[in-house]
């Protein structure tokens, strides 16, 4: 078991949620490329934590405060989506103009 | 090699092949209640290659905070936005698609040569004895009780804000009969006035 094997995992974990954070049209798979992404950034954290930090584990710290703040950005995501659906009618990301110009 | 080598290694790529598979089928599947059920595997996945980590509490915490929390969050704003659209298809969408294939496979080339070339001081140390769980919670408590405390503040901010943005503020079935009226004053539901001390049943007889 190599630190390289979960770092390039995690990169292509990081890679696949920004394609589909790009190409999504329903905004719910858009939260949801969003939710992979930090898991790649988490499964990074927990790597550098066991390899290069196991007597204190810092890493795993920063994982859990990583994932307090996944839950909170879920919870605020989702009800954001649920407002701009009940305004829109559509939970299209080609039709979210609003701030764009 | 020994065997707890070939366990681990066979271990874990099953993990992270069952992980890109489900990633990869969030992104690509049509359907978005399969994407969301694929994202519960993805994290699962990701539970188990903590545990290949020596993590036991990190692990505890992504399933019961990304499965059992995030994603029925995320299945709850699925069912509640249960419009079957067929979304109107954009001219030159292929472009769009295939340049951020390209840029994603660049960016994968670009940190796997980076991941591969650089000497990482791996420490020798051997792992902590009483599981990681009594350090991470003298960390919590020690050196980032601040950052502790905010990330509860922060949670109950987003309790507030979620309530306050998914809250329906007209109601449905009063709002054409009340409009032509109540012009000016924000329409609420219509609550009956009680006085302390009397249950509202009991003025009628």
Known sequence: MQLQYFLIVAAALFCIGIYGLI??????????????????????????SDFLDPLDVKGQVFTVFVIAIAAAEAAIGLAIVLAIYRNRDTVDMEQFNLLKW | ??????????????????????????????????SAFLLAGAFISAA????????????????????GAVNVLIIFAIMLVNKREDFTPIPQAWIRKTATAVVCAGLFALLSTMVLATPWAISTDATVPSG????????????????????????????IGAIVLARREFLPDLEEADL????????????ELTPAGSNPGSHSK
């Open chain 1, 23 to 48: 190409n999504s049209r329903n905004a719910v798979r858009v939260l949801m490329s969003v939710e992979l992404m930090l898991n790649a950034v988490n499964l990074n954290f927990m790597a550098f």
């Open chain 2, 1 to 34: 090699m020994n065997l707890a080598e070939g366990v681990q290694i066979v271990s874990f790529g099953l993990l992270a092949a069952m992980m890109l598979g489900a990633a990869l089928g969030v992104v690509l599947l049509s359907n978005v209640v399969y």
């Open chain 2, 48 to 67: 188990g290659l903590y545990l290949l980590l020596n993590a036991d509490f990190v692990a505890m915490a992504q399933v019961l905070v990304y499965v």
């Open chain 2, 132 to 159: 990681s769980m009594v350090v991470i919670g003298k960390h919590f408590f020690t050196d980032f009780l601040l950052p502790f405390e905010l990330a509860s503040v922060l949670l109950l901010m987003a309790l």
């Open chain 2, 180 to 191: 032509q009226q109540t012009m000016l004053t924000l329409p609420e539901r219509p609550r």
